[in-house]
Protein backbone atom coordinates (compact mmCIF):
# COMPACT_ATOMS: atom_id res chain seq x y z
CA UNK A 1 0.00 0.00 0.00
CA UNK A 2 1.14 3.62 -1.12
CA UNK A 3 1.75 5.37 2.24
CA UNK A 4 0.63 8.72 2.87
CA UNK A 5 4.22 9.46 3.43
CA UNK A 6 5.12 8.85 -0.55
CA UNK A 7 2.59 11.63 -0.95
CA UNK A 8 2.60 14.49 1.14
CA UNK A 9 6.36 14.95 1.21
CA UNK A 10 7.33 18.29 3.37
CA UNK A 11 8.94 19.82 0.51
CA UNK A 12 5.28 20.06 -1.08
CA UNK A 13 3.62 20.75 2.31
CA UNK A 14 6.45 23.55 2.14
CA UNK A 15 5.42 24.74 -1.17
CA UNK A 16 1.49 24.43 -0.64
CA UNK A 17 2.05 26.17 3.03
CA UNK A 18 4.34 29.15 1.32
CA UNK A 19 3.29 29.02 -2.11
CA UNK A 20 6.04 31.08 -4.28
CA UNK A 21 5.41 33.33 -7.35
CA UNK A 22 1.28 33.31 -6.29
CA UNK A 23 -0.28 36.31 -7.65
CA UNK A 24 -1.30 38.38 -10.70
CA UNK A 25 0.93 40.29 -13.80
CA UNK A 26 -0.51 42.66 -15.46
CA UNK A 27 -0.65 43.05 -19.62
CA UNK A 28 1.96 42.54 -21.53
CA UNK A 29 1.70 39.50 -19.65
CA UNK A 30 -0.83 37.13 -20.71
CA UNK A 31 -2.96 34.06 -18.92
CA UNK A 32 -4.82 30.82 -19.35
CA UNK A 33 -7.18 29.52 -17.10
CA UNK A 34 -7.38 25.24 -15.90
CA UNK A 35 -10.05 23.73 -14.31
CA UNK A 36 -10.11 20.04 -12.77
CA UNK A 37 -13.90 19.38 -13.79
CA UNK A 38 -13.97 16.33 -11.48
CA UNK A 39 -12.92 18.25 -8.35
CA UNK A 40 -13.71 21.40 -9.48
CA UNK A 41 -9.75 22.84 -8.64
CA UNK A 42 -9.31 26.01 -10.37
CA UNK A 43 -5.87 27.66 -11.74
CA UNK A 44 -5.22 30.95 -13.55
CA UNK A 45 -1.25 31.18 -14.69
CA UNK A 46 -0.05 34.60 -15.63
CA UNK A 47 3.68 34.55 -17.72
CA UNK A 48 5.59 37.23 -19.29
CA UNK A 49 7.40 36.37 -22.32
CA UNK A 50 10.35 38.67 -23.28
CA UNK A 51 12.75 37.36 -26.34
CA UNK A 52 12.18 34.59 -26.25
CA UNK A 53 12.69 34.18 -22.37
CA UNK A 54 9.88 33.32 -19.38
CA UNK A 55 10.32 36.53 -17.49
CA UNK A 56 7.74 36.64 -15.34
CA UNK A 57 5.55 33.96 -13.82
CA UNK A 58 2.44 34.08 -11.38
CA UNK A 59 -0.51 31.93 -10.34
CA UNK A 60 -3.62 32.11 -8.77
CA UNK A 61 -6.73 29.93 -7.86
CA UNK A 62 -7.67 27.77 -5.38
CA UNK A 63 -7.05 23.70 -4.83
CA UNK A 64 -5.50 21.01 -2.58
CA UNK A 65 -1.99 20.59 -1.44
CA UNK A 66 -0.44 18.83 -5.25
CA UNK A 67 -2.64 21.27 -7.26
CA UNK A 68 -1.51 24.02 -5.54
CA UNK A 69 2.13 23.23 -4.69
CA UNK A 70 3.34 21.41 -8.02
CA UNK A 71 1.95 24.96 -9.37
CA UNK A 72 4.06 26.50 -6.99
CA UNK A 73 7.22 24.65 -8.27
CA UNK A 74 6.77 24.32 -11.57
CA UNK A 75 6.98 28.48 -11.40
CA UNK A 76 9.92 28.68 -9.41
CA UNK A 77 11.32 26.12 -11.92
CA UNK A 78 10.78 27.95 -14.81
CA UNK A 79 11.27 31.17 -14.03
CA UNK A 80 14.03 33.18 -16.36
CA UNK A 81 14.21 30.01 -18.20
CA UNK A 82 14.12 30.26 -22.04
CA UNK A 83 11.24 29.03 -24.02
CA UNK A 84 12.58 25.53 -25.53
CA UNK A 85 13.98 24.81 -22.08
CA UNK A 86 10.63 25.47 -20.01
CA UNK A 87 8.99 23.09 -22.78
CA UNK A 88 11.48 20.73 -22.23
CA UNK A 89 10.49 20.62 -18.61
CA UNK A 90 7.12 20.65 -18.84
CA UNK A 91 8.00 17.23 -21.08
CA UNK A 92 10.18 16.18 -18.56
CA UNK A 93 7.58 16.72 -15.43
CA UNK A 94 4.79 15.28 -17.67
CA UNK A 95 6.78 12.13 -18.47
CA UNK A 96 7.33 11.38 -14.67
CA UNK A 97 3.68 11.74 -14.30
CA UNK A 98 2.90 9.67 -17.17
CA UNK A 99 1.13 11.80 -19.50
CA UNK A 100 3.89 13.00 -21.93
CA UNK A 101 1.65 12.43 -24.81
CA UNK A 102 4.32 13.33 -27.94
CA UNK A 103 6.35 10.77 -29.06
CA UNK A 104 9.48 13.13 -29.31
CA UNK A 105 12.52 12.17 -27.08
CA UNK A 106 12.54 13.29 -23.37
CA UNK A 107 15.72 15.45 -22.34
CA UNK A 108 16.87 12.77 -19.45
CA UNK A 109 20.01 14.80 -18.29
CA UNK A 110 17.42 17.78 -17.10
CA UNK A 111 16.97 18.05 -13.34
CA UNK A 112 13.91 18.73 -12.35
CA UNK A 113 14.95 19.56 -8.85
CA UNK A 114 12.42 20.23 -6.03
CA UNK A 115 9.67 18.68 -8.74
CA UNK A 116 11.10 15.02 -8.02
CA UNK A 117 9.45 15.30 -5.07
CA UNK A 118 6.02 14.99 -6.83
CA UNK A 119 6.90 11.28 -8.16
CA UNK A 120 4.79 9.85 -5.49
CA UNK A 121 2.28 10.89 -7.18
CA UNK A 122 1.87 8.49 -9.68
CA UNK A 123 0.98 5.90 -6.80
CA UNK A 124 -1.80 7.99 -6.62
CA UNK A 125 -3.54 8.03 -10.12
CA UNK A 126 -6.62 10.07 -9.29
CA UNK A 127 -4.13 12.55 -8.17
CA UNK A 128 -1.95 12.76 -11.27
CA UNK A 129 -4.44 15.64 -12.59
CA UNK A 130 -3.89 17.67 -9.61
CA UNK A 131 -0.62 17.69 -10.04
CA UNK A 132 -1.00 18.38 -14.24
CA UNK A 133 -3.40 21.46 -13.73
CA UNK A 134 -1.17 24.20 -13.78
CA UNK A 135 1.42 22.44 -16.25
CA UNK A 136 -1.25 22.20 -18.76
CA UNK A 137 -2.36 25.56 -17.77
CA UNK A 138 1.02 27.11 -18.07
CA UNK A 139 1.07 25.59 -22.23
CA UNK A 140 -2.24 27.35 -22.61
CA UNK A 141 -0.67 30.45 -21.22
CA UNK A 142 2.14 30.02 -24.00
CA UNK A 143 -0.18 29.42 -26.62
CA UNK A 144 -1.59 32.33 -25.45
CA UNK A 145 1.75 34.27 -25.37
CA UNK A 146 1.93 33.41 -29.29
CA UNK A 147 4.53 30.51 -27.81
CA UNK B 1 -40.15 -0.11 13.84
CA UNK B 2 -36.21 0.98 14.07
CA UNK B 3 -33.62 -1.05 11.35
CA UNK B 4 -31.69 -4.17 12.84
CA UNK B 5 -28.64 -2.92 11.39
CA UNK B 6 -26.70 -5.56 11.82
CA UNK B 7 -28.64 -7.81 10.34
CA UNK B 8 -28.82 -5.66 7.11
CA UNK B 9 -25.39 -5.34 7.09
CA UNK B 10 -25.36 -9.05 6.76
CA UNK B 11 -27.31 -8.19 3.19
CA UNK B 12 -24.59 -6.71 1.63
CA UNK B 13 -21.49 -8.21 1.05
CA UNK B 14 -19.24 -5.62 -0.20
CA UNK B 15 -19.64 -4.19 3.32
CA UNK B 16 -17.51 -7.19 4.73
CA UNK B 17 -14.44 -6.78 2.27
CA UNK B 18 -11.25 -5.80 4.47
CA UNK B 19 -9.13 -3.70 2.75
CA UNK B 20 -5.66 -3.58 3.66
CA UNK B 21 -6.91 -5.62 6.82
CA UNK B 22 -9.14 -2.76 7.90
CA UNK B 23 -12.72 -2.82 7.84
CA UNK B 24 -14.94 -0.37 4.93
CA UNK B 25 -16.60 3.11 5.91
CA UNK B 26 -18.88 3.56 2.84
CA UNK B 27 -20.02 7.00 2.99
CA UNK B 28 -20.42 7.66 -0.12
CA UNK B 29 -24.58 6.30 -0.48
CA UNK B 30 -25.60 9.49 -2.17
CA UNK B 31 -23.30 9.49 -5.04
CA UNK B 32 -24.47 5.32 -5.54
CA UNK B 33 -25.46 3.34 -3.22
CA UNK B 34 -24.18 -0.17 -2.25
CA UNK B 35 -26.22 -3.75 -3.59
CA UNK B 36 -28.12 -6.43 -0.95
CA UNK B 37 -27.76 -10.15 -2.17
CA UNK B 38 -30.70 -10.36 -2.71
CA UNK B 39 -30.27 -7.70 -5.39
CA UNK B 40 -27.06 -9.60 -7.04
CA UNK B 41 -28.86 -12.98 -6.85
CA UNK B 42 -31.89 -11.31 -9.07
CA UNK B 43 -28.96 -10.13 -11.20
CA UNK B 44 -27.29 -13.19 -11.57
CA UNK B 45 -30.17 -15.52 -11.56
CA UNK B 46 -32.11 -13.96 -14.21
CA UNK B 47 -28.72 -13.62 -16.15
CA UNK B 48 -27.62 -17.03 -15.87
CA UNK B 49 -31.27 -18.79 -15.98
CA UNK B 50 -34.13 -16.38 -17.79
CA UNK B 51 -32.07 -14.09 -20.16
CA UNK B 52 -34.26 -13.23 -23.22
CA UNK B 53 -35.64 -10.31 -24.96
CA UNK B 54 -38.96 -8.58 -23.61
CA UNK B 55 -41.82 -7.34 -25.85
CA UNK B 56 -40.46 -9.30 -28.87
CA UNK B 57 -41.15 -12.95 -28.86
CA UNK B 58 -43.52 -15.26 -28.36
CA UNK B 59 -41.43 -17.89 -26.89
CA UNK B 60 -41.60 -19.06 -22.73
CA UNK B 61 -38.20 -17.70 -22.28
CA UNK B 62 -38.76 -14.05 -23.54
CA UNK B 63 -42.62 -13.93 -21.63
CA UNK B 64 -40.88 -14.70 -18.93
CA UNK B 65 -38.32 -12.32 -18.86
CA UNK B 66 -40.95 -9.93 -19.80
CA UNK B 67 -43.05 -10.82 -16.91
CA UNK B 68 -40.07 -10.14 -15.08
CA UNK B 69 -39.40 -6.01 -16.26
CA UNK B 70 -43.39 -5.39 -16.08
CA UNK B 71 -43.56 -6.76 -12.64
CA UNK B 72 -40.59 -4.03 -11.73
CA UNK B 73 -42.62 -1.36 -13.62
CA UNK B 74 -45.73 -2.45 -11.65
CA UNK B 75 -44.04 -2.58 -7.91
CA UNK B 76 -42.14 1.06 -8.62
CA UNK B 77 -45.70 2.13 -9.62
CA UNK B 78 -46.76 0.90 -6.00
CA UNK B 79 -43.88 2.52 -4.20
CA UNK B 80 -44.40 5.76 -5.59
CA UNK B 81 -47.89 5.50 -5.23
CA UNK B 82 -48.58 6.05 -9.13
CA UNK B 83 -52.08 5.84 -10.35
CA UNK B 84 -50.94 3.69 -12.88
CA UNK B 85 -47.91 1.37 -13.93
CA UNK B 86 -47.52 2.60 -17.60
CA UNK B 87 -46.72 6.03 -16.13
CA UNK B 88 -43.58 4.62 -14.73
CA UNK B 89 -40.99 5.26 -17.99
CA UNK B 90 -37.18 3.54 -17.33
CA UNK B 91 -34.77 5.25 -19.01
CA UNK B 92 -30.62 4.79 -18.58
CA UNK B 93 -30.52 7.25 -15.33
CA UNK B 94 -31.98 9.94 -13.84
CA UNK B 95 -30.04 11.96 -16.11
CA UNK B 96 -31.35 10.89 -18.96
CA UNK B 97 -35.12 10.88 -17.56
CA UNK B 98 -34.55 14.33 -16.46
CA UNK B 99 -33.49 15.19 -20.21
CA UNK B 100 -36.46 13.42 -21.72
CA UNK B 101 -38.67 15.63 -19.50
CA UNK B 102 -37.25 19.01 -20.00
CA UNK B 103 -36.28 18.70 -23.68
CA UNK B 104 -39.12 17.03 -24.50
CA UNK B 105 -41.89 19.18 -22.82
CA UNK B 106 -39.59 22.26 -23.02
CA UNK B 107 -39.72 22.59 -26.85
CA UNK B 108 -43.04 21.38 -26.78
CA UNK B 109 -44.47 24.16 -24.62
CA UNK B 110 -41.56 27.15 -24.40
CA UNK B 111 -40.52 29.56 -26.65
CA UNK B 112 -37.90 32.75 -26.49
CA UNK B 113 -38.80 34.64 -23.50
CA UNK B 114 -40.97 32.22 -21.58
CA UNK B 115 -39.88 31.57 -18.30
CA UNK B 116 -38.76 28.73 -15.75
CA UNK B 117 -37.89 28.66 -12.05
CA UNK B 118 -34.68 26.37 -10.82
CA UNK B 119 -33.35 26.65 -7.68
CA UNK B 120 -29.95 27.57 -6.09
CA UNK B 121 -29.24 24.01 -4.65
CA UNK B 122 -29.95 21.92 -8.22
CA UNK B 123 -27.53 19.30 -9.31
CA UNK B 124 -26.06 19.80 -13.13
CA UNK B 125 -28.95 17.02 -14.35
CA UNK B 126 -31.48 19.83 -13.67
CA UNK B 127 -29.53 22.81 -14.68
CA UNK B 128 -27.82 22.36 -17.96
CA UNK B 129 -30.85 20.29 -19.84
CA UNK B 130 -32.24 24.06 -19.45
CA UNK B 131 -29.06 26.15 -20.09
CA UNK B 132 -29.54 23.92 -23.54
CA UNK B 133 -32.87 25.40 -23.76
CA UNK B 134 -31.83 28.36 -23.11
CA UNK B 135 -29.55 28.37 -26.24
CA UNK B 136 -31.72 26.85 -28.44
CA UNK B 137 -35.46 28.50 -27.58
CA UNK B 138 -34.40 31.72 -25.95
CA UNK B 139 -36.07 30.37 -22.96
CA UNK B 140 -35.05 32.33 -19.44
CA UNK B 141 -34.01 30.74 -15.98
CA UNK B 142 -34.95 32.46 -12.73
CA UNK B 143 -34.22 30.55 -9.46
CA UNK B 144 -35.28 30.75 -5.54
CA UNK B 145 -32.06 31.70 -3.30
CA UNK B 146 -31.29 30.20 -0.30
CA UNK B 147 -31.20 30.89 3.51
CA UNK B 148 -27.64 30.81 5.31
CA UNK B 149 -28.75 27.45 6.59
CA UNK B 150 -29.35 26.13 3.34
CA UNK B 151 -33.20 25.52 2.94
CA UNK B 152 -34.87 27.41 -0.13
CA UNK B 153 -35.87 30.76 0.82
CA UNK B 154 -39.25 30.95 0.01
CA UNK B 155 -40.15 34.16 0.93
CA UNK B 156 -40.70 35.65 -2.43
CA UNK B 157 -41.85 32.26 -3.91
CA UNK B 158 -45.19 34.03 -5.17
CA UNK B 159 -43.56 36.69 -7.12
CA UNK B 160 -41.06 34.19 -8.42
CA UNK B 161 -43.50 31.91 -9.91
CA UNK B 162 -44.98 34.66 -11.46
CA UNK B 163 -45.23 33.85 -14.87
CA UNK B 164 -43.29 31.14 -15.02
CA UNK B 165 -44.30 27.61 -17.08
CA UNK B 166 -42.57 25.46 -15.30
CA UNK B 167 -40.72 24.78 -11.66
CA UNK B 168 -38.54 21.98 -11.29
CA UNK B 169 -36.37 21.59 -7.93
CA UNK B 170 -34.99 18.77 -6.15
CA UNK B 171 -36.88 16.88 -3.58
CA UNK B 172 -33.90 16.95 -1.47
CA UNK B 173 -30.33 18.33 -2.13
CA UNK B 174 -27.14 16.27 -2.42
CA UNK B 175 -25.14 18.53 -0.81
CA UNK B 176 -26.62 20.34 1.95
CA UNK B 177 -28.94 17.43 2.89
CA UNK B 178 -31.74 19.74 2.78
CA UNK B 179 -35.31 18.05 2.40
CA UNK B 180 -37.77 20.17 0.45
CA UNK B 181 -41.24 20.76 1.10
CA UNK B 182 -42.45 19.44 -2.34
CA UNK B 183 -46.13 19.24 -1.51
CA UNK B 184 -45.83 23.08 -1.09
CA UNK B 185 -43.96 23.75 -3.97
CA UNK B 186 -46.14 21.62 -6.07
CA UNK B 187 -49.20 23.59 -5.17
CA UNK B 188 -47.33 26.99 -5.53
CA UNK B 189 -46.45 26.20 -9.01
CA UNK B 190 -49.88 25.03 -9.72
CA UNK B 191 -51.58 27.85 -8.16
CA UNK B 192 -49.02 29.93 -10.56
CA UNK B 193 -50.35 28.28 -13.71
CA UNK B 194 -46.67 26.57 -14.17
CA UNK B 195 -46.30 22.37 -14.31
CA UNK B 196 -43.56 20.84 -11.40
CA UNK B 197 -41.16 18.58 -11.69
CA UNK B 198 -39.22 17.24 -9.35
CA UNK B 199 -35.89 15.84 -9.11
CA UNK B 200 -36.12 12.91 -6.42
CA UNK B 201 -32.94 10.91 -6.88
CA UNK B 202 -31.74 12.08 -3.21
CA UNK B 203 -34.68 11.32 -1.84
CA UNK B 204 -36.74 8.28 -3.04
CA UNK B 205 -34.13 6.24 -1.71
CA UNK B 206 -34.63 7.57 1.36
CA UNK B 207 -38.25 8.24 2.68
CA UNK B 208 -41.78 7.14 1.78
CA UNK B 209 -42.83 8.81 -1.83
CA UNK B 210 -46.43 9.18 -2.56
CA UNK B 211 -46.20 10.87 -6.00
CA UNK B 212 -49.46 11.62 -5.99
CA UNK B 213 -49.79 13.41 -2.49
CA UNK B 214 -47.10 15.65 -3.52
CA UNK B 215 -49.07 16.92 -6.29
CA UNK B 216 -46.03 16.82 -8.57
CA UNK B 217 -46.34 16.10 -12.87
CA UNK B 218 -43.17 14.66 -13.48
CA UNK B 219 -40.60 12.74 -10.79
CA UNK B 220 -37.13 11.48 -11.72
CA UNK B 221 -35.21 9.44 -9.50
CA UNK B 222 -32.12 6.14 -9.99
CA UNK B 223 -32.00 3.08 -9.65
CA UNK B 224 -28.39 2.48 -8.54
CA UNK B 225 -28.68 5.11 -5.90
CA UNK B 226 -31.55 2.55 -3.89
CA UNK B 227 -29.96 -0.49 -3.55
CA UNK B 228 -30.84 -1.51 -7.10
CA UNK B 229 -28.20 -1.81 -10.54
CA UNK B 230 -26.58 1.48 -12.23
CA UNK B 231 -27.91 1.85 -15.87
CA UNK B 232 -31.91 2.18 -14.67
CA UNK B 233 -34.03 5.56 -14.42
CA UNK B 234 -36.99 6.22 -13.75
CA UNK B 235 -39.09 9.20 -14.48
CA UNK B 236 -42.95 9.05 -13.37
CA UNK B 237 -45.38 11.28 -15.20
CA UNK B 238 -48.99 12.30 -14.98
CA UNK B 239 -51.29 10.22 -17.60
CA UNK B 240 -52.59 12.78 -19.60
CA UNK B 241 -49.01 14.94 -19.69
CA UNK B 242 -47.07 11.55 -21.13
CA UNK B 243 -50.00 11.30 -23.61
CA UNK B 244 -49.16 14.95 -24.80
CA UNK B 245 -45.35 15.03 -25.07
CA UNK B 246 -43.63 14.37 -28.23
CA UNK B 247 -41.11 11.36 -27.97
CA UNK B 248 -37.53 12.12 -27.36
CA UNK B 249 -35.25 9.40 -28.68
CA UNK B 250 -36.61 7.53 -31.50
CA UNK B 251 -36.08 3.86 -32.81
CA UNK B 252 -37.28 0.49 -32.21
CA UNK B 253 -40.02 -0.13 -29.48
CA UNK B 254 -41.60 3.23 -29.22
CA UNK B 255 -43.05 3.30 -32.76
CA UNK B 256 -46.47 2.07 -33.73
CA UNK B 257 -45.84 2.30 -37.33
CA UNK B 258 -43.63 3.32 -39.70
CA UNK B 259 -43.49 4.13 -43.16
CA UNK B 260 -40.92 5.94 -45.85
CA UNK B 261 -42.70 9.45 -44.72
CA UNK B 262 -43.16 9.35 -41.03
CA UNK B 263 -43.77 7.14 -37.96
CA UNK B 264 -46.61 7.18 -35.24
CA UNK B 265 -45.62 6.45 -32.00
CA UNK B 266 -46.45 3.16 -29.61
CA UNK B 267 -48.69 3.76 -26.39
CA UNK B 268 -47.18 4.19 -22.69
CA UNK B 269 -44.93 3.10 -21.55
CA UNK B 270 -43.35 2.14 -24.71
CA UNK B 271 -43.21 5.38 -26.45
CA UNK B 272 -40.41 6.76 -24.40
CA UNK B 273 -38.93 3.50 -24.11
CA UNK B 274 -36.33 3.29 -27.56
CA UNK B 275 -34.47 0.44 -27.90
CA UNK B 276 -33.37 -2.52 -25.79
CA UNK B 277 -33.44 -1.37 -22.42
CA UNK B 278 -31.15 -2.50 -19.51
CA UNK B 279 -33.50 -5.64 -19.00
CA UNK B 280 -31.92 -7.75 -16.10
CA UNK B 281 -30.77 -4.20 -14.12
CA UNK B 282 -34.61 -3.02 -14.65
CA UNK B 283 -35.63 -6.92 -13.11
CA UNK B 284 -33.05 -6.60 -10.62
CA UNK B 285 -34.25 -2.95 -9.53
CA UNK B 286 -37.65 -4.81 -8.62
CA UNK B 287 -35.95 -6.95 -5.97
CA UNK B 288 -34.64 -3.57 -4.44
CA UNK B 289 -37.71 -2.19 -4.14
CA UNK B 290 -38.87 -5.36 -2.58
CA UNK B 291 -36.17 -5.44 -0.03
CA UNK B 292 -36.45 -1.75 0.73
CA UNK B 293 -40.37 -2.38 1.10
CA UNK B 294 -40.02 -5.25 3.16
CA UNK B 295 -37.41 -2.83 5.94
CA UNK B 296 -40.37 -0.19 5.38
CA UNK B 297 -39.16 3.03 4.16
CA UNK B 298 -40.81 4.86 7.38
CA UNK B 299 -38.40 2.95 8.96
CA UNK B 300 -35.34 3.71 7.26
CA UNK B 301 -36.50 7.58 6.90
CA UNK B 302 -36.47 7.13 11.00
CA UNK B 303 -32.70 5.31 11.28
CA UNK B 304 -31.87 8.37 9.06
CA UNK B 305 -32.84 11.10 11.24
CA UNK B 306 -31.15 9.31 13.98
CA UNK B 307 -27.88 8.88 12.23
CA UNK B 308 -28.04 12.86 11.51
CA UNK B 309 -28.76 13.36 14.90
CA UNK B 310 -25.80 11.45 16.00
CA UNK B 311 -23.29 13.04 12.92
CA UNK B 312 -24.45 16.33 13.89
CA UNK B 313 -24.20 16.32 17.66
CA UNK B 314 -21.09 14.21 17.63
CA UNK B 315 -19.07 15.96 15.04
CA UNK B 316 -19.55 19.53 16.68
CA UNK B 317 -18.99 18.27 20.06
CA UNK B 318 -15.63 16.85 19.14
CA UNK B 319 -14.33 19.57 16.63
CA UNK B 320 -15.95 22.97 17.57
CA UNK B 321 -15.40 25.72 14.87
CA UNK B 322 -12.88 23.16 13.35
CA UNK B 323 -15.79 21.83 11.11
CA UNK B 324 -18.37 23.64 8.70
CA UNK B 325 -21.39 21.44 8.29
CA UNK B 326 -23.72 23.25 5.65
CA UNK B 327 -26.98 22.24 5.43
CA UNK B 328 -30.05 22.58 8.17
CA UNK B 329 -28.89 21.70 11.75
CA UNK B 330 -32.77 20.10 12.33
CA UNK B 331 -32.34 16.63 11.63
CA UNK B 332 -36.53 16.42 10.81
CA UNK B 333 -35.51 18.82 7.92
CA UNK B 334 -32.75 17.04 6.30
CA UNK B 335 -31.29 13.24 5.04
CA UNK B 336 -28.24 11.96 6.64
CA UNK B 337 -25.52 13.81 3.83
CA UNK B 338 -23.17 16.41 5.35
CA UNK B 339 -21.26 18.09 3.07
CA UNK B 340 -18.61 19.75 5.29
CA UNK B 341 -15.23 21.83 5.95
CA UNK B 342 -12.71 20.70 7.80
CA UNK B 343 -9.51 22.62 9.69
CA UNK B 344 -8.86 24.47 6.15
CA UNK B 345 -8.00 21.41 4.35
CA UNK B 346 -8.53 20.60 1.13
CA UNK B 347 -10.95 18.06 0.22
CA UNK B 348 -9.05 16.49 -1.84
CA UNK B 349 -6.67 15.92 0.75
CA UNK B 350 -9.18 15.02 3.60
CA UNK B 351 -10.28 12.67 1.11
CA UNK B 352 -6.99 11.04 0.40
CA UNK B 353 -6.46 10.74 4.31
CA UNK B 354 -10.11 9.23 4.99
CA UNK B 355 -8.89 6.79 2.89
CA UNK B 356 -6.23 5.59 4.51
CA UNK B 357 -9.02 4.68 7.01
CA UNK B 358 -11.18 3.36 4.36
CA UNK B 359 -13.25 5.63 5.26
CA UNK B 360 -15.13 6.61 1.47
CA UNK B 361 -16.29 10.22 1.24
CA UNK B 362 -16.53 12.18 -1.73
CA UNK B 363 -14.50 15.22 -2.42
CA UNK B 364 -15.34 18.07 -5.07
CA UNK B 365 -18.22 20.18 -6.21
CA UNK B 366 -20.92 16.96 -6.22
CA UNK B 367 -22.38 18.17 -9.79
CA UNK B 368 -23.68 21.16 -7.91
CA UNK B 369 -21.30 23.91 -9.49
CA UNK B 370 -24.02 27.17 -8.90
CA UNK B 371 -24.49 26.37 -5.10
CA UNK B 372 -20.58 25.46 -4.91
CA UNK B 373 -20.17 28.88 -5.53
CA UNK B 374 -23.35 30.44 -3.66
CA UNK B 375 -21.14 28.07 -0.42
CA UNK B 376 -17.81 30.32 -1.07
CA UNK B 377 -16.19 26.72 -1.90
CA UNK B 378 -14.96 25.20 -4.90
CA UNK B 379 -15.32 21.67 -3.09
CA UNK B 380 -16.48 20.15 0.09
CA UNK B 381 -16.23 16.52 1.41
CA UNK B 382 -19.28 14.78 1.88
CA UNK B 383 -20.00 11.91 3.90
CA UNK B 384 -23.11 10.02 3.30
CA UNK B 385 -24.85 7.75 5.48
CA UNK B 386 -27.78 4.89 4.50
CA UNK B 387 -29.53 2.36 5.61
CA UNK B 388 -26.55 0.06 6.22
CA UNK B 389 -24.58 2.72 8.63
CA UNK B 390 -23.49 2.54 11.85
CA UNK B 391 -22.71 5.08 14.70
CA UNK B 392 -19.36 3.31 15.13
CA UNK B 393 -18.69 3.96 11.29
CA UNK B 394 -19.78 7.56 12.10
CA UNK B 395 -16.78 7.63 14.93
CA UNK B 396 -14.44 6.09 12.62
CA UNK B 397 -14.78 8.92 10.32
CA UNK B 398 -14.50 11.72 13.14
CA UNK B 399 -11.12 9.41 14.58
CA UNK B 400 -9.61 9.76 10.72
CA UNK B 401 -10.33 13.32 10.43
CA UNK B 402 -8.52 14.10 13.45
CA UNK B 403 -5.64 12.47 12.00
CA UNK B 404 -5.98 14.66 8.46
CA UNK B 405 -4.64 17.48 11.33
CA UNK B 406 -1.61 14.80 11.76
CA UNK B 407 -0.28 16.04 8.39
CA UNK B 408 -1.69 19.87 7.41
C1 LIG C 1 -30.07 15.44 -6.90
C2 LIG C 1 -29.56 14.62 -8.04
N1 LIG C 1 -30.11 14.75 -9.25
C3 LIG C 1 -29.70 14.03 -10.30
C4 LIG C 1 -28.67 13.13 -10.20
C5 LIG C 1 -28.22 12.38 -11.41
O1 LIG C 1 -28.38 11.03 -11.26
P1 LIG C 1 -27.67 10.01 -12.24
O2 LIG C 1 -26.21 10.27 -12.13
O3 LIG C 1 -28.06 8.68 -11.74
O4 LIG C 1 -28.17 10.30 -13.62
C6 LIG C 1 -28.06 12.96 -8.95
C7 LIG C 1 -26.96 11.99 -8.79
O5 LIG C 1 -25.82 12.30 -8.57
C8 LIG C 1 -28.50 13.72 -7.86
O6 LIG C 1 -27.93 13.61 -6.65
Not at chain 1, 55 to 71: E, K, L, M
Not at chain 1, 92 to 106: G, I, L, N, Y
Not at chain 2, 325 to 353: C, K, M, W, Y
Not at chain 2, 385 to 397: G, I, K, R, S, V
Amino acid sequence: MAGLEDLYREIILDHYRTPRNRGELDAPAVSAEGHNPLCGDEIRIFVDVRDGIVTDVRFNGSGCSISQSSASMMTSAIKGKPIDQVKAIVKKFKSMMTVDEDESPVDESLNLGDLEALQGVVKFPVRIKCATLGWNTLLDALTAAGQ
Amino acid sequence: MSLDVTAIRKDFPVLHRLIHDKPLVYLDSANTSQKPQVVIDALSNFMSHGYAPINRSAYQLAAEATDLFEGTRTALAKFINAPKAHEVIFTKNATEALNLVILSWGRANMKAGDTVLLTHMEHHANIVPWHMLVAERGIQLRWVPLTNDGQLDLTNLDSLLQGVKAFSFTAMSNVLGTINPVQQLCAAAHKAGAIAIVDACQSVPHQPTDVQAWGADFVTFSSHKMCGPSGVGVLWGREALLEALPPFLGGGNMIADVRLDGFTTAELPAKFEAGTPAIAEVIALGAAVSYLENLGMANIRRHEIEMSTYVLNSLTDRFGDDITIHGPTNPELRGATFSFAFRGIHPHDLSQVLDQANVCVRAGHHCAKPLMRILGANATARASFYLYNTQHEADMLADALDSASDIF
